[in-house]
């Protein structure tokens, strides 16, 4: 195992443990602004962890960024490690993040679905769902990404447990959603929330499962096209963006519909590489370029949350 | 730990709503195992599917009857798995 932060190999893809254990050394080396939160357990009782970014004490507006909600996209968990070790080296240094960092909170979830991606690990490298038991059926798993409450159940998502789709037996039946939820709706000062997904180089906003537009649409649109214009000139990566419905399919029950309907109007999904080669065995030489690119684009949303309250 | 070899990713454009029905179709059929990477969403947007080995044969002869076109996207997973692994294993040393 890694023995601490700088002999982390952050171009490589890491198990489930060697990722947990380089928590606890990037908490125990930077106290001063990470903090490591329990905010549930998994089915198999695994620990679901969320790091905490925050250089004041008060209850302030905060950030959500998660990856990894679906086990087999290796690159999603790969970059938010990579995320987390650049706010932890950015903050005081780049003053845009400084300035985020002196007037909100984010929290970054990494592995967002510890029993699937452990899974991948040990027994089936292209798994996507968590590993609930699902009664009578002898398929396991309900994928938490049509798990939330908004439109559970809808076209988009899957009523059979064998499916990768399936949606669960009631809207946050799943503890890899519920704990996000309580944690959310218990916070009460969320403004912005990422969910990293891959593959497929979108960005993408609510909904997935109305076709009409929120009401931020134009709002929503416009950040987007700059988060995407600031990703694209790193390593001139094209993205598309749009709304989720009319960008790539019907989806009930996704996490950015449920976080837009409990008020955290910044809410959007990332697609990060590939567009066709590799899907979800992108070579690990990918994840520093994929993470380097995603990184403008989460600090350009963070940056209009901050500059933009409600 | 389970094995991929031979496995192999299609990448499909569908011309058409009608060719995304006969896709999704596939998905319903559990005899044949296919695993959607891209799901069927939109003519614009490409169709990604892993297919079982033992499987390829029946789904490239569906694919064929039914005039949709695809390329091999991923023409042996284990081989990428097998790299991957490797990779990981000699980042660890």
């Given at each position: 195992?890694?023995?601490?932060?700088?002999?982390?190999?952050?171009?490589?893809?890491?198990?489930?443990?060697?990722?947990?254990?380089?928590?606890d050394?990037?908490?125990?080396?930077?106290?001063?602004?990470?903090?490591?939160?329990?905010?549930?357990?998994?089915?198999?009782k695994?620990?679901?962890?969320?790091?905490?970014?925050?250089?004041?004490?008060?209850?302030?507006?905060?950030?959500?960024?998660?990856?990894?909600?679906?086990?087999?996209?290796?690159?999603?968990?790969?970059?938010?490690?990579?995320?987390?070790?650049?706010?932890?080296?950015?903050?005081?240094?780049?003053?845009?993040?400084?300035n985020?960092?002196?007037?909100?909170?984010?929290?970054?979830?990494?592995?967002?679905?510890?029993?699937g991606?452990?899974?991948t690990?040990?027994?089936?490298?292209?798994?996507?769902?968590?590993?609930?038991?699902?009664?009578n059926?002898?398929?396991?798993?309900?994928?938490?990404?049509r798990?939330?409450?908004?439109?559970?159940g809808g076209?988009?998502?899957?009523?059979?447990?064998?499916?990768?789709?399936?949606?669960?037996?009631?809207?946050?039946?799943?503890?890899?959603?519920?704990?996000?939820?309580?944690?959310?709706?218990?916070?009460?000062?969320?403004?912005?929330?990422?969910?990293?997904?891959?593959?497929?180089?979108?960005?993408?906003?609510?909904?997935?499962?109305?076709?009409?537009?929120?009401?931020?649409?134009?709002?929503?649109?416009?950040?987007?096209?700059?988060?995407?214009?600031?990703?694209?000139?790193?390593?001139?990566?094209?993205?598309?963006?749009?709304?989720?419905?009319?960008?790539?399919?019907?989806?009930?029950?996704?996490?950015?519909?449920?976080?837009?309907?409990?008020?955290?109007?910044?809410?959007?999904?990332?697609?990060?590489?590939?567009?066709?080669?590799?899907?979800?065995l992108?070579?690990?030489?990918?994840?520093i370029?994929?993470?380097?690119?995603?990184?403008?684009?989460?600090?350009?949303?963070?940056?209009?949350?901050?500059?933009?309250?409600? | 730990?389970?094995?991929?070899?031979?496995?192999?990713?299609?990448?499909?454009?569908?011309?058409?709503?009608?060719?995304?029905?006969?896709l999704?179709?596939?998905?319903?059929?559990?005899?044949?195992?296919?695993?959607?990477?891209?799901?069927?969403?939109?003519?614009?947007l490409?169709v990604?599917?892993?297919?079982?080995?033992?499987?390829?044969?029946?789904?490239?002869?569906?694919?064929?009857?039914?005039?949709?076109?695809?390329?091999?996207?991923?023409?042996?997973?284990?081989?990428?798995?097998?790299?991957?692994?490797?990779?990981?294993?000699?980042?660890?040393?």
């Amino acid at each position: 195992l890694e023995r601490s932060t700088s002999s982390f190999r952050y171009n490589a893809y890491h198990t489930l443990e060697e990722i947990y254990t380089w928590m606890d050394n990037l908490v125990a080396e930077h106290s001063d602004l990470v903090s490591k939160i329990m905010i549930g357990q998994t089915f198999e009782k695994r620990p679901i962890f969320v790091l905490k970014f925050s250089t004041g004490n008060k209850s302030r507006p905060a950030i959500w960024i998660d990856s990894g909600i679906h086990a087999r996209e290796w690159i999603t968990q790969a970059t938010g490690v990579w995320t987390a070790m650049k706010i932890v080296t950015d903050c005081g240094e780049e003053p845009v993040l400084t300035n985020i960092l002196n007037h909100m909170d984010i929290f970054l979830e990494v592995v967002t679905n510890p029993d699937g991606f452990a899974y991948t690990h040990s027994t089936n490298r292209l798994w996507r769902k968590n590993r609930a038991v699902n009664s009578n059926s002898t398929c396991k798993g309900v994928d938490p990404n049509r798990n939330w409450d908004a439109g559970f159940g809808g076209v988009g998502s899957s009523n059979n447990p064998c499916s990768e789709t399936y949606h669960g037996p009631f809207p946050h039946s799943e503890p890899e959603v519920a704990s996000i939820a309580n944690f959310i709706q218990k916070h009460k000062h969320f403004k912005a929330l990422m969910s990293i997904h891959s593959y497929s180089q979108m960005l993408l906003y609510p909904y997935g499962y109305r076709k009409e537009p929120t009401l931020d649409n134009e709002e929503l649109h416009n950040l987007a096209c700059k988060a995407v214009e600031a990703l694209s000139q790193v390593h001139g990566t094209d993205y598309i963006y749009g709304r989720a419905i009319s960008t790539i399919y019907v989806a009930n029950g996704i996490t950015i519909d449920w976080a837009y309907e409990h008020d955290i109007k910044y809410s959007f999904s990332f697609e990060l590489r590939d567009t066709g080669i590799y899907g979800f065995l992108l070579p690990a030489s990918q994840i520093i370029p994929t993470a380097e690119e995603t990184w403008p684009a989460i600090l350009t949303i963070m940056k209009h949350a901050y500059k933009n309250p409600y | 730990q389970k094995m991929f070899s031979g496995d192999q990713v299609l990448r499909i454009r569908a011309k058409d709503q009608k060719q995304l029905q006969l896709l999704r179709n596939l998905e319903d059929s559990e005899d044949l195992k296919v695993d959607f990477w891209h799901a069927p969403a939109r003519p614009s947007l490409p169709v990604d599917m892993r297919v079982p080995f033992s499987n390829l044969n029946a789904v490239k002869n569906y694919l064929n009857s039914s005039g949709i076109s695809y390329t091999i996207m991923i023409k042996d997973i284990q081989v990428l798995l097998d790299e991957e692994k490797k990779g990981m294993s000699s980042s660890r040393r």
